[in-house]
């Protein structure tokens, strides 16, 4: 058998015996390294005469090819095995639990909120903001609060220091400032509601020194006190989602408005239950904000939002709202579904 021919078998039988890319190293490197079999035979071809060389370095080329060829297969083969054998260990494991899906759930006051502002909202109010710390003259003095009159002392005010120009602030004990903020800053029709984090200095089962009201206030001519009750039953009917609700305006008292009554609610034990304040605008309110009103009247409604939601999801200690317990949440909250 001639070198040549011997040599090729050997090498492809090596390559095929090989199990690892480093066994394959090997055996290249021992037929084509710098050392290598077939690189010393074509080192040869040097001494040979110009004809050996023609035919010889032919054969040699093709042996080359071929060995490389056999070479560079092994090698994929080799690859191949060792990427398949290290996914086959090396596998995702898909049986673990997935983690637990965080889901939100809406606070039921923020719930409530959203209630009352839709319903508000298709009556056709805009909702207006103001301000948590409040100068005096709007949380009072702008709303017929005299200077030392009691009322003052009732609402349990918590007191900031003075703003730089010297206004008295406080933290506002409702929201009825909003009603001269909007008033001071545009002209009848006036129709807004606005929400919002009330403060007093109060805590039981029933107040907290933070809470959230819910202020009403239409001004228009020839507004009277049968729009001021229309809209309170339209709003406590949807609210309560119960068409038959029954209502009960008792007289009141509040300085901003006059008449002032407060309305009671008729509960499923047949209790009557208190849920808000209202009245038609003080004209000294109106003046203070440079509304006439001789040619403008308004009503406002003052509501408390965690009372009537206590109220409507059977909530009874207004504390709860405020402890951010998740189990509490959970039970009493709503889901994205559920809100529709
Ligand atoms: N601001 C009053 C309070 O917190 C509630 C209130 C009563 C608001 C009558 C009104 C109203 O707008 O007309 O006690």
């Known amino acids: ?60 080329n093709v042996l080359k090819d071929a060995l490389t060829q056999a070479l560079d297969l092994k090698k994929v083969k080799l690859e191949t095995e060792t990427i398949n054998a290290k996914l086959g260990k090396e596998t995702l494991d898909i049986t673990l639990p997935p983690r637990p899906d965080q889901k939100g759930i809406v606070h039921p006051l923020s719930h409530a909120l959203d209630e009352v502002i839709r319903i508000f909202g298709q009556m056709g109010f805009v909702v207006a903001e103001g301000p948590d710390i409040e100068e005096d003259f709007f949380n009072f003095t702008a709303l017929n609060f005299p200077p030392e009159h009691p009322a003052r002392q009732e609402h349990d005010t918590f007191y900031m220091p003075p703003s730089p120009d010297g206004q008295p ?20 029709p006036i129709r807004i509601i606005s929400t919002g984090r009330t403060y007093r200095s109060d805590y039981d089962a029933t107040h907290s020194p933070m809470f959230h009201q819910i202020e009403v206030l239409v001004v228009d001519t020839k507004t009277h006190m049968g729009h001021l009750k229309g809209c309170i039953e339209e709003f406590c009917r949807l609210f309560f989602e119960d068409p038959n609700l029954k209502l009960r305006f008792r007289p009141g008292f509040f300085p901003f408005t006059e008449p002032s009554a407060e309305v009671d609610i008729m509960w499923k034990d047949g209790k009557w239950l208190e849920i808000l304040g209202c009245g038609m605008v003080h004209p000294n309110v109106l003046r203070n904000c440079n509304i006439d009103p001789d040619k403008y009247q308004g009503f406002a409604v003052g509501m408390g939002l965690d009372r009537v939601t206590m109220l409507k999801y059977g909530i009874d200690d207004l504390r709860l709202f405020y402890e951010t317990d998740l189990r509490w949440l959970n039970h009493y909250g709503f889901t994205p579904e559920a809100r529709g």
């Open 169 to 188: 602030l406080l933290l506002r004990t409702h929201t009825s400032p909003v009603q001269i903020r909007t008033m001071t800053a545009g002209e009848p």
């Open 1 to 60: 058998m001639d070198t040549i021919g011997q040599l090729k078998s050997q090498v492809i039988r090596e390559v095929e015996a090989t199990s690892s890319l480093q066994e394959l190293e090997e055996v290249r490197v021992k037929a084509l390294g710098k050392k290598g079999h077939l690189t010393l035979l074509m080192k040869d071809l040097g001494q040979k005469t110009p004809e050996e060389r023609k035919t010889l370095g032919a054969e040699l």
